[in-house]
Each structure stands twice: as C-alpha cells, then as structure tokens.
C-alpha cells in the first residue's frame, strides 16, 4: 500500500477547520464565504471527481429565476411566500456572480429571456395575462422592475418557431460557460487558501476525541473540525434521511445553424424544456417529465427515449424545415424533493449540509454558500 509522506500529512492532508465535500458550484461559493468572513480557517474541498461531475459542469448554463407557468406551478404547490423567497435567492445569486466576475470571464451574454406557450397546453389569453400581471406585481419589490414577464407575440415568426401560441419576454434572464463559472471560482478560492482534493470519496464518517475523522476510498483519512456535504443529488449517500433525490437532466447541441434567427435562453412546459444559442448552435435539454421515473438515476449515460423526444421538438418547434445533426449529448445530475427549497441545516454536532438545488444551482449557490458558511460560523 502506498505510504503518506510527512509532507503531505503536514499540508494537504493535515487536520482542517472545515471540509467541505463536493467541489460543484455550492461547495467553491461556500469556500469562498468561509475565508473572505474568516481569513484564519484552514479550509478543503474534497470532491470524488477529477472535475466535478454532478450538475455545476454540465448543466445548460443557464442565468435565470423562473419562468411564468414554471413560477405560477410553485405558487400552487408550495405557497406564494415560499415561491418568492426562492426567486429572490436566484435573483440576488445571479446580480452577486457578475459583481465578482467579469462578464467576459464567465462567458456572460445579455440575450434576455423567453418562454414558449403552444395551443396544446390550452392557455387562455386572459388567464395568462392575469398571471404575468400578478407576477411582475410581486416580483417588483425584488427585482425592481415593473415588468420581469410580458407578451411579445410579434417575435415569433421573427425567430422561425412553429407551433408557438404565445412568446413571453423576460429582460432579466442572460446566460454564462457553466465550465468557466467553475474554474473562476476554483481559482479564486485557491487564491485564497483553500485547498482543493480531487479523485477522493467520501465513504462515511465518525466522530472520533472531539475531531470528525472521514474514512475516503483512498489509502488515508482525512480530519476536520466542521464537515459541509455539498454533494447535492449525491448528499443521500451520506446523508440518507434527507429528501433529496437524483434527477437526470439530458442535453443535447447541433451543428452550426447558418444564420440563426434569435439569440436568448427559452423555456417551455414549466421549465422541463429549455433550449438556448450557443453561438449559432442551439442547445436544447429537458424533457424529464417524459419519463420521471426512469429519470430518477445516477447514471449519467443519456436514453435514446429522452434524447427522441428531445430532438422532435427540435424539429418540430424550434427549428422546422432546417438541417442540422447533433454533435454533442450529455446529461447532468440535478438534486430534487418533495419542495423546491435547498436544505441549508445543521444535521449534528459539526455536520451541515447544503443541498438541494433543483435544478437552479447557478443561481441559488452564492446564496446558499454564504447561508452555510454564517451558519457553521456562528
């Protein structure tokens, strides 16, 4: 078995005030509250990745709070107070990545939003209008618009879309490089102090004189004083009482689509569908709720059902009477329950955890990273 030297037991090994496990987009925002609020903590990220492979580098990087149908779905099953406050976690997240970075450095662009309303979903104009008007009513205390949401039925056979009833304009929405959201917050940390430990799981843990010892599939252990899972869909493999369960969210880009006629991330069908440019590529993933259950999986391999479903709407929506091939396919591993709002808890003495991100993990993790780190430090 291969030894531990005394210089990696004294460095990267050595005892930490804080590990946190999961190195995606909640652990690095959690890091990086930690050490600007208190310089002086010895701090770890350990992930069992090379990268991390969860959902922060392989979602669809998208910049947004929710669409109209997706917000009005909330309100119904969990409140209106519940929905709000999610939005305004997902909204102050989005303003606090581009204060800390530069538009430039995390692939930023101001294409604005949409959503897409067929006739299928049997939307009455009046009931829709009704519902964006009690939505930008509520939404103005927090992004300090008079409208986030309104109709702009004009752009539809402006962007070539079939099949479209009604077209839903949002100003507020934008888009990023998920990857080099990533790696910005990766070097950033590490300029700060934190250590960073890759290709390490996580099998279990103990409390062990005061010290909580974290036994790894490696050929050593790993110590710390305070230990943050932030390993959302994956949390239940050390936590399994939490509700938290994985959903695959599958992906797909085309080829290069010579002038293709609108830029902008758009939303269908309460969010299960969402499609963006990427340059003059479309990317399109979704389509979950075709197969919830089939869906509910770790396996990161794509289905050939999803990805069917995902291409006719393609065809059929999106890019009627155009060529393209698909170039690139992947999937994701979302963390969902029963209610949409992250689990942000103290779980015993010097475990928390941070979790839960549904879907929205771009813009909910400044947040929730600094929720967890006032929590453990308080």
Not at 114 to 138: A, P
Not at 163 to 173: A, D, M, V
Not at 248 to 255: E, F, Y
Not at 341 to 356: E, L, N, Q, T
């Amino acid at each position: 078995m291969q030894q531990v030297s005394v210089w990696e037991k004294e460095s990267f090994y050595a005892h930490k005030n804080v590990i946190i496990a999961g190195s995606g987009f909640v652990g690095l925002w959690s890091a990086y509250y930690l050490k600007k609020n208190h310089p002086k903590l010895s701090i770890a990220i350990v992930d069992r990745g090379i990268i991390p492979t969860g959902a922060s580098t392989r979602n669809a990087g998208f910049a947004c709070f929710g669409s109209v149908t997706e917000l009005i779905a909330d309100t119904l099953k969990s409140g209106e107070e519940q929905m709000l406050d999610i939005v305004e976690m997902r909204y102050k997240g989005l303003k606090r990545i581009r204060k800390i970075f530069k538009d430039k450095e995390i692939g930023y662009e101001d294409f604005g939003g949409y959503e897409l309303v067929t006739g299928s979903q049997d939307f009455d104009l009046n009931i829709l209008r009704s519902n964006i008007d009690y939505l930008n009513r509520k939404l103005k205390k927090i992004v300090k618009k008079e409208k986030s949401f309104y109709i702009n039925d004009d752009k539809i056979s402006e962007f070539g879309f079939a099949g479209i009833q009604h077209l839903i304009e949002n100003k507020l929405e934008g888009q990023l490089h998920s990857g080099k959201l990533c790696q910005a917050l990766l070097k950033l940390v590490v300029s700060m102090g934190v250590t960073v430990l890759n290709s390490i799981e996580i099998k279990n843990y103990e409390r062990i004189n005061g010290s909580i010892e974290l036994h790894t599939n490696q050929h050593f252990n790993l110590s710390t004083d305070q230990l943050i899972i932030c390993t959302n869909a994956f949390a239940k493999q050390l936590l399994p009482e939490l509700d938290v369960e994985p959903a695959r969210g599958q992906v797909l880009v085309t080829s290069e689509i010579p002038d293709l006629k609108w830029k902008g991330t758009f939303h269908y069908d309460e969010g299960y569908y969402y499609f963006r440019n990427l340059g003059n590529r479309v990317l399109l993933g979704g389509a979950r709720n075709a197969a919830f259950e089939d869906e509910h999986t770790y396996e990161l391999a794509t289905s050939s059902h999803i990805q069917d479903t995902l291409e006719n709407f393609l065809k059929e929506k999106i890019l009627p009477a155009t060529l393209f091939t698909i170039e690139h396919r992947w999937s994701g591993i979302m963390g969902v329950g029963k209610e949409k709002m992250p689990i942000v808890k103290k779980i015993s003495d010097g475990v928390f955890c941070a979790v839960r991100m549904g879907g929205m993990g771009v813009a909910l993790a400044p947040v929730i990273g600094e929720q967890i780190a006032e929590l453990i430090t308080t």
